[in-house]
């Protein structure tokens, strides 16, 4: 094996993404080193592995092994080790601990972590949604959403509609403007998927006049007038009541708690 290059071969079950981001945590340790990641996926027989493991250089390679079987775990070890290939199983090891510390036996079972990929990219589709559907800027997407926001501005709509996504649910979010009439698809929407947001006037006000003064906005704007925020109050209640949602006062929540309830009442209906 030469000094300053590495060939790591990922061999597992599943896609092999897991190993691959714990190699990489790792290898940035060694910058003189000259490296190559090569993913063998997928490989849950002995004879994928006799496959494997023989197109595998053995004079520049090491091997990264998670196999969840550990028939398949022990087989491919020793055949490494007979090949005279450097390996480290880093899926075993840890298993074998949990399973000491618990006291439970390991599903050992393969192809697990991809489920976990897949709920991984599942919810960066969602945050993605989230994103390209925030503030109302394409109400197309409000017939798509798991869950559609409507409050006035200052509620939490986006952050909430981030942090939901981070739970895999795709979520839009719409702001209301008395001046500035609906799209027609709200109303396409079930209702049980729109949660419109409430919140303390003087709250608002208080919330409105410190993000103001961030922006260097002129002090007297209208923007957090107690007249005008009522208004923007009493239309949002309207709204609500001709679209007969679920409303939620954020006044004194936490975006965290609003989250959890609206993530319950989804649950109870969907």
């Not at 008395?178 to 006037?201: A, C, W």
């Not at 923007?223 to 609500?240: G, Q």
């Amino acid at each position: 094996m030469t000094d300053n290059f590495l060939q790591i071969y990922i061999i597992s079950d599943s896609t092999g993404e897991t190993a691959e981001t714990y190699i990489n945590s790792v290898i940035t340790q060694f910058p003189k080193i000259n490296k190559e990641i090569i993913r063998k996926p997928n490989v849950d027989s002995k004879e994928k592995i006799d496959q494997v493991v023989k197109s595998i250089p053995k004079d520049s390679s090491v091997i990264i092994q998670t196999v969840g079987d550990r028939n398949l775990a022990n087989y491919l070890r020793q055949k490494t080790l007979s090949e005279n290939i450097k390996t480290m199983d880093i899926l075993s090891p840890a298993i074998d601990w949990f399973e000491e510390v618990t006291g439970q036996k390991a599903l050992r079972a393969m192809k697990l972590t991809r489920k976990l990929s897949k709920d991984y990219f599942s919810m960066i589709d969602a945050v993605e949604f989230a994103v390209k559907y925030d503030d109302g800027r394409d109400p197309r997407g409000l017939v798509h959403a798991d869950i559609v926001i409507l409050g006035v501005s200052r509620t939490s709509k986006t952050p909430l509609s981030m942090l939901l996504a981070t739970k895999d649910y795709k979520v839009a979010n719409l702001p209301l403007v008395p001046e500035i009439k609906l799209p027609q698809e709200i109303y396409e929407v079930d209702p049980n998927r729109i949660i419109g947001l409430i919140i303390d006037p003087d709250k608002l006000s208080d919330i409105r006049e410190e993000r103001s003064r961030n922006l260097g906005l002129d002090p007297h704007v209208e923007y957090f007038n107690r007249e005008r925020i009522n208004k923007e109050l009493e239309y949002a209640k309207e709204i609500f009541d001709e679209l007969d949602c679920k409303v939620i006062d954020v006044s004194f929540n936490t975006i965290e708690e609003t989250a959890t309830e609206i993530m319950n009442h989804y649950k109870e209906n969907f």
